[in-house]
């Protein structure tokens, strides 16, 4: 069980991780019953994706620092708009694939005209 006596949500990321931790490690020792084990098992995933929702929402706050102008401002975007950036780039280079497929197929007609 949790040896915090609060709830999973208000831990910081450093005290959920560390209870996750700790866990695991009951976990592999084997040492507990089943249901002792469960229940830690359960603690464990909580803290598991307590985790990862606070790093999903750091990662949401870290900005990518895209140019410096010459009065010293900083450009800058936020982390995630890079992922849109680089499925508008595979979509874009679909749609030329596929034209250049058409276009090559009509100079490889040509050829044999």
């Not at 831990?11 to 592999?28: H, I, K, N």
């Amino acid at each position: 069980m949790s040896k915090s006596s609060r709830p999973t949500e208000s831990l910081t990321f450093e005290e959920s991780l560390s209870e996750l931790e700790a866990g695991v490690q009951r976990l592999e020792q084997g040492t507990s019953g089943l249901e002792e084990s469960l229940q830690t098992y359960e603690d464990a995933i909580a803290h598991l994706r307590h985790c990862m929702a606070l790093l999903s929402n750091a990662k949401r706050k870290v900005e990518l620092v895209q140019d410096v102008r010459s009065d010293g401002t900083i450009v800058s975007q936020p982390f995630g708009d890079d992922e849109r950036d680089l499925e508008d780039k595979q979509a874009g280079r679909s749609k030329r694939r596929s034209a250049d497929g058409t276009s090559s197929n009509r100079r490889r007609s040509a050829d044999f005209d």
